[in-house]
């Protein structure tokens, strides 16, 4: 069984469409994640949710927005697409334990995006 | 953000070599991850430390947390080509946060 799925794998789009990737995690864990991976393999957080509550909120531009129906999923909705979104999308997840800092993130495959 | 420098940038060995790769930051970490990532899948975690000055083994790998627990070493002993991949530091912090790495591509040829 695939640990943490992402949907879909490939996403080509054109300038100014909205699109949304889906994320679902059969771990039971409480805190989902999202990065994106830069074409230089540079991989940074974009939104973290635990308990359905985001906890972390890097400075990404707000036409990305989380959206977690409930704990196993984390979808990632894009707004108004820009040529510089172009890039892999990764979602993880992981089980806090006691605020731990050192618990071992699952990703997902990854979403490669590219916006034309 | 935190900025984890890792060198070097890109690798390419023979098959048997030994390397280092390092993960140096300014930053104090309370953690400090290693992944390796394949192309077309997500990172996959290697090991963690979180003492100043720990080393851990695990086959041919060995990793090190600095004193100052600022930065780290992944050494591969006798280079295999199932070694190839893109490995990442990741520091935590006590946020649960982590920063990772700027990578290091390694190629080991057979």
């Known amino acids: 069984d695939t640990a943490v799925s992402q949907t879909p794998k490939y996403l080509v789009t054109q300038m100014g469409n909205d699109k949304s990737i889906k994320c679902e995690q059969n771990l039971g864990h409480d805190t989902m994640y999202w990065y994106k991976q830069d074409s230089k393999k540079f991989l940074k957080i974009m939104f973290s949710y635990n308990n359905k509550e985001l906890i972390i909120n890097e400075t990404v531009p707000n036409r990305f927005s989380p959206k977690s129906p409930d704990k196993a999923h984390l979808n990632l909705h894009i707004n108004s697409l820009e040529l510089g979104d172009s890039a892999v999308y990764f979602c993880?997840?992981?089980?806090?334990?006691?605020?731990?800092?050192?618990?071992?993130?699952?990703f997902g495959p990854g979403t490669r995006l590219t916006v034309l | 953000t935190q900025l984890l420098e890792q060198s070097p940038q890109f690798l390419s060995i023979q098959e048997g070599e030994n390397l280092t790769v390092y993960c140096n930051s300014s930053?104090?970490?309370?953690?400090l991850q290693w992944y390796r990532q394949e192309p077309g899948e997500g990172p996959v975690l290697l090991v963690t430390?979180?003492?100043?000055?720990e080393v851990k083994k695990l086959k041919r790998l060995t990793f090190q947390f600095g004193d100052a627990r600022k930065d780290s070493s992944l050494h591969i002993t006798a280079a295999q080509p199932g070694d190839t991949g893109l490995y990442l530091c990741a520091g935590g912090d006590t946020g649960n946060q982590f920063y990772f790495g700027t990578g290091t591509s390694l190629t080991v040829i057979p």
């Open positions: 930053s104090v970490f309370s953690s």
């Open positions: 993880a997840s992981s089980q806090v334990i006691g605020g731990s800092s050192y618990n071992e993130q699952f």
């Open positions: 430390v979180v003492t100043g000055g």
